[in-house]
């Protein structure tokens, strides 16, 4: 079985663009983007184990080991250009797969990174614990957002999401990236909700110093999910214009990290 959910494959594509999800999350969430990405590019949504493709399998309880199954898992797809992105500890993941394709010398075109503060970020910020108690950690997810209203009334998947949640979040915070590393040197965008207390805009601002190519820091209205339900289709495109431009740029000097407003419509590229 593919380690992959592509909701319409693409032969010979132009661009793979794969998107990587949230703590708990699986794949299906963000099956959404195919309905708006170009159509010749082909969509990879990876399952990490333990949910969606791999729900028989054990969860992974660190970052490095969820690196290392991605990369292996990626190794046959990299025929085409590769764009990267992640939310929340997707974006961890994907930051940290950029840097290791570099290392076997397929540094994908782009990288985007969303809800998550930068590793050298070290401001005021919200965490979330994963040693508390059920109820209270449900609360902490509701308040989130993103959530399913009735999943109390299934027991067995409430119990499965809650030992995710605890894994992921347990991963998130056993990360500790090397102090002094090299920037990637790949065209970056961070997107951020305006009242995201968990990824604050001054802490996805941080994540300019993760490249040194162009950054770009795009802001939402909205939460720590700022980009579910109606707000997606326009999400989706700003991301599409985002790689678009990265792919046009990439030989071009770094720019002062700008802040680009995001609404209803695709920012400026």
Same mark, same amino acid.
Request: aromatic residues 8%; without cysteine; proline residues 12%.
């Given at each position: 079985?593919?380690?992959?959910?592509?909701?319409?494959? #693409?032969?010979?594509?132009?661009?793979?663009?794969?998107?990587?999800?949230?703590?708990?999350?699986?794949?299906?969430?963000?099956?959404?983007?195919?309905?708006?990405?170009?159509?010749?590019?082909?969509?990879?949504?990876?399952?990490?184990?333990?949910?969606?493709?791999?729900?028989?399998?054990?969860?992974?309880?660190?970052?490095?080991?969820? #690196?290392? !199954? &991605?990369?292996?898992?990626?190794?046959?797809?990299?025929?085409?250009?590769?764009?990267?992105?992640?939310?929340?500890?997707?974006?961890? &993941?994907?930051?940290? %797969?950029?840097? @290791?394709?570099?290392?076997?010398?397929?540094?994908? &075109?782009?990288? $985007?990174?969303?809800? !998550?503060?930068?590793?050298?970020? +070290?401001?005021?910020?919200?965490?979330?614990?994963?040693?508390? *108690?059920?109820?209270?950690?449900? +609360?902490? =997810?509701?308040?989130?957002?993103?959530?399913?209203?009735?999943?109390?009334?299934?027991?067995?998947? !409430?119990?499965?999401?809650?030992?995710?949640? +605890?894994?992921?979040?347990?991963?998130?915070?056993?990360?500790?990236?090397?102090?002094?590393?090299?920037?990637?040197?790949?065209?970056?965008?961070?997107?951020?909700? %305006?009242?995201?207390?968990?990824?604050?805009?001054?802490?996805?601002?941080?994540?300019?110093?993760?490249?040194?190519?162009?950054?770009?820091? =795009?802001?939402?209205? $909205?939460?720590?999910?700022?980009?579910?339900?109606?707000?997606?289709? *326009?999400?989706?495109?700003?991301?599409?214009?985002?790689?678009? @431009?990265?792919?046009?740029?990439?030989? !071009?000097?770094?720019?002062?990290?700008? &802040?680009?407003?995001?609404?209803?419509?695709?920012?400026? #590229?």
């Amino acid at each position: 079985m593919s380690a992959f959910l592509r909701p319409r494959p #693409v032969p010979d594509p132009d661009l793979r663009l794969v998107a990587f999800h949230h703590a708990g999350g699986s794949s299906s969430a963000y099956f959404p983007l195919s309905r708006g990405i170009p159509q010749e590019w082909d969509l990879l949504l990876p399952d990490l184990p333990g949910r969606g493709r791999r729900h028989r399998d054990e969860p992974l309880r660190d970052i490095p080991a969820m #690196v290392a !199954r &991605v990369v292996e898992d990626l190794r046959d797809w990299a025929d085409a250009p590769l764009a990267l992105f992640g939310h929340s500890l997707g974006a961890v &993941v994907a930051a940290e %797969t950029a840097r @290791a394709l570099g290392v076997h010398g397929v540094a994908p &075109v782009w990288l $985007g990174v969303s809800g !998550r503060p930068a590793p050298g970020y +070290r401001g005021p910020k919200a965490t979330l614990p994963y040693d508390v *108690s059920d109820d209270e950690m449900l +609360r902490h =997810l509701f308040a989130l957002g993103g959530m399913p209203d009735r999943i109390h009334e299934v027991p067995e998947f !409430r119990a499965q999401l809650l030992r995710l949640v +605890r894994a992921d979040l347990g991963a998130l915070a056993g990360y500790a990236p090397p102090g002094v590393r090299p920037p990637l040197a790949v065209p970056m965008t961070a997107f951020g909700g %305006t009242e995201d207390d968990w990824a604050p805009p001054p802490a996805m601002a941080a994540w300019a110093g993760e490249t040194s190519a162009p950054f770009r820091r =795009l802001l939402f209205p $909205g939460g720590h999910f700022h980009f579910l339900g109606a707000a997606f289709g *326009s999400f989706t495109a700003a991301l599409v214009a985002e790689v678009r @431009a990265a792919t046009r740029s990439t030989s !071009r000097s770094r720019p002062t990290p700008g &802040v680009v407003a995001a609404g209803a419509a695709s920012p400026p #590229v």
